[in-house]
């Protein structure tokens, strides 16, 4: 047990690595940040031939002496000056210290941004796995107990199409319905107390639930249609227990195993279901302050950002395995 | 009617599949009378466990049953669509083949006895626990208080077996069915829980049902033997009867693949020979005709039908073992060199 | 023995259909039209998309069939242009994603050792990213064409296809056919493109059209993130975030609908066809 855990504890660091790098590489190698803090001045000629003092005669093409100034303060500052692996390096040192740098726009620390938007982005996706549960058990257990039946069909047919509606399709449309043409729900973010907070997120949770409730339920019921089949269900009912205790005491639970992989599976399409979501409901969560880095070219922000969700993503991957090995008695101990 | 405590008429049980109509099961009739032990034997494929799940109303729903089920009278088909509590467990309870899938792997071994006791007779959870421990000690199961904590991977076969059988008379039923509790354990144990199965039921006045596709495990526990041939019932009598003087074919061919113990231990057995016949569509003959040895031009028109000579036999054939019309028909074959179905007699064995 | 036990589903669900059915061929005509209609938007007897002319949030059946946006553009002809770019970047992405994630796993897959770990390390890599997020890191410093949103689609979908290829590849690698071109001195490459790769491609018919399905759900994404295809370009992500203003849903939630009614029955046919394609050719069924 000792050395499966150290084995893929290596393994969680090592794709942390590589997904740092990748991120990191993708923002420098496709893109220019000096850009990003000091704009077109970025774009001047020999600034670098007059920081050596080399060239005294390129002030008409540098146009300003001081606009070279700007520039090499910024590099320097942002440790531009220095190559690709070694910013990493340095990078990778400061993340570790908590250090995500600071915003190109604000200059708040990235670090502060994360820690005040990513709660209400964490909340709408607890409560969309709520919603998806919620839906996804009881359907899914009613689907395979009457499975080929009426109900069934519904379902079956329901679930296939609700996954194939975008996230962004379903919010427009609950949207429009729930909120603006029905004020039933409100249709924004309202931060005042806890009570408006979790109450101006469940339409948007409940958008998020739909989707991924509809593949649970799916995987759900197969894997109740072939646990049904197992000789302890049989035993279950000869020893006379009623349908509803086989159905959620004997078949459900074994069951239950695959929905957590699907879970680990699923978080991804949350995480890129909530950016959305939180877009067409204006939630100030992490996702919009991505969106809203991005169209701004503030490259921390950014890059701080995406590293913290993919970070959070490996982490729960790598959780759910070990939740999976430890909550089923039959790994557990061989 | 008998006063049978279990009696089963004209059963038949179907399932449509893609592939055609499987005749799974094809009027069987018997009766069991109370504290008897009754064997049900047959090669794979022959109904036997259709047979018990359909008594234990396990079929899934596409399985398309007709016939009589009648326990104490009661009419069981009525009881399952009535969806009436309390009747199997407490009554008539099963033990399957495979003790490592017949318990539930995420639950531990005290919890999955307890609840049938809590359920069925409402006990307690503190109770029912030392119920379960109780059970577990007279299926003859060490530490007991330790088990029911356990979970089933935790336990050896011959143990879970245990474990099984302690859960299903826990309700104290009056009628067990056992789908060949043995096969999926070695030899040893076999006969250790076969004997502890035997002696449990005599002390309880239970009544049981004993499948098997060995006859030799029916021999000495079983009061009354039925044969069963692709979905039908080929021939019933009292257990000494059919090991003396077996009627049907297939049976003397069936008591021809138990090792004996007058024999050297390296004598072949007899395999039986052919396979069996396909259950969709079967022809209207007799099913066992293509693979006997005393088939005749007759054995393929109709299907026989099962004769009673003197109350305690049946059997459906028409050229029967062990006597006169089924010695002449067995030389006329080998004389002939094959039967009529074409199965050759290669070398000339002993007479039947 | 007699026939054995038939698969659980088979027994429930009833017969199991050998055919790809009269919805599949549905599904396929529905996806074939539009594609067909989105190719010859120029010259079909609709309205301009980019005329400013009519009067702005017409109705239903008006003087223009599905109404007019915000802006007066006829919502039905923006629809089927939009199909244009939803179309084209979601096929032009699969292409890519087939082409780069098809090579690797099957490279993967037949050489193993060091490459295959090599190959597997950065397919994990890449599936560590939330696919949303993937996207967004590609295009957040890249001017966003048609080319650059059609690339990243298609580098989401290296990954998930690289690995199905990988799979298939180890699976018939092993098999006879392949271990008997190997004895008889056939060279790697040849046993690649002859003996691998058309079965390599059977699994992929069917992520074909379901990774389609996933590029246009992850264009209309990236749309109402502001990061598809810049400028005047039309597409049906685009559409759907113009019609969700406050006040067009409102007042005229046709002109978001008609271009969601169109994704979803596109991402529906797709995924429809993309499902029976893959009961229909899956290994385990058609029994070698
Ligand atoms: N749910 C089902 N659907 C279709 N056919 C079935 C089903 N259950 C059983 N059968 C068929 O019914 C026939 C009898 O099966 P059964 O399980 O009763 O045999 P058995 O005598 O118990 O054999 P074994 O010794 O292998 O347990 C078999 O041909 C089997 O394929
Ligand atoms: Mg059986």
Known sequence: MAKFLLRRVVQLVAVLLAVTFLAFSALNFLGDPLVNVVGPLAAIPDCDLVEAGLREDTFSTAGNIGDCEVVSRARAQYNLDKSVPERYVRWVGDLLTGDLGSSFQTGLPVSEIVREKMPKSLLLMVMAEIVALAIAIPVGVLAAYRAGRRLDRVTSVGSFGLLSVPNFALGVILLQVFALRNRLLPASFDDSTLWTRLHSLLLPSIVLGLGIAASYQRLLRTDLLTTLQEDFVNMARAKGMPDRHVMVRHALRPSLFSLITLFGLNTGALIGGSLVVERIFSIPGIGSEIVTAVIRDDFPVVLGAVVVIATGFVVINFLVDLLYTWLDPRVRVS | ?352 | MIASVPEPNAAIDGAVEKKLGWAFWLSVAWIGGLALAAVAAPWLPIKDPDVLGAAPRAGLFSDNLLGTDALGRDVLARTVWGARISLGVGSVGIILGLTVGGTLGIISGYFRGVVDQLISFVFFSLLSFPSLVLALLITATLSRSFWTVAMTLGILGIAPIGRLARATTIQFAEREFVQASRVLGAKNGRIIVRELLPNVLIPMGALTLLGMGISIVAEGSLAFLGLSVEGDAISWGKSIVDGSQVRDLTENAHVALVPIVAMFLTVLALNFAGDRLREYTDVKETAF
């Open chain 2, 1 to 352: 009617m008998s006063n049978a405590q279990l009696s089963v008429r004209d059963l038949e049980v179907r399932f449509p599949t893609s592939r055609g109509v499987v005749e799974a099961v094809n009027g069987v009739s018997f009766d069991l009378e109370r504290g008897q032990m009754l064997g049900i034997v047959g090669e794979s494929g022959s109904g036997k466990s259709v047979t018990a799940k359909t008594l234990m109303n396990l079929l899934p729903r596409t399985a398309e049953i007709s016939g009589d089920i009648h326990f104490d009278g009661e009419d069981v088909r009525a009881i399952a669509s009535g969806h009436r509590k309390h009747f199997w467990g407490v009554k008539m309870t099963m033990v399957f083949q495979d003790p490592m899938t017949s318990l539930n792997p995420v639950k531990r071994c005290g919890e999955q006895i307890s609840e049938t006791l809590r359920y069925h007779l409402g006990m307690s959870r503190e109770a029912a626990l030392k119920r379960s421990i109780d059970l577990l000690e007279q299926v003859g199961i060490p530490e007991p208080a330790r088990r029911v904590k356990q979970y089933p991977h935790e336990l050896s076969g011959g143990l879970r077996q245990r474990v099984v059988i302690a859960m299903a008379l826990a309700c104290e039923p009056e009628l067990l069915i056992a789908d060949e509790p043995t096969t999926a354990v070695d030899v040893t144990v076999q006969k250790r829980l076969l004997d502890l199965l035997d002696e449990l039921r005599r002390d309880r006045g239970m009544s049981m049902i004993l499948i098997t596709h060995d006859l030799g495990v029916a021999r000495g526990r079983c009061d009354e033997v039925a044969v069963m041939y692709a979905g039908r019932l080929v021939e019933r009598a009292e257990t000494e009867v059919l090991f003396s003087d077996a009627r049907h074919p297939y049976t003397t061919a069936l008591l021809r693949t138990i090792p004996r113990i007058d024999q050297p231990s390296h004598t072949r057995l007899v395999p039986i020979e052919g396979r069996p016949p396909e259950l969709v569509n079967p022809p209207d003959q007799c099913s066992f005709a293509p693979r006997c040895r005393h088939a005749q031009a007759d054995c393929l028109e109709g299907v026989p039908t099962l004769t009673n000579l003197d109350g305690n036999r049946e059997f459906a054939c028409r050229y029967p073992a062990n006597t006169e019309a089924g010695r002449t028909s067995f030389f006329a074959n080998e004389a002939a060199g094959q039967t009529v179905t074409g199965l050759t007699i290669a070398q000339p064995s002993e007479v039947n």
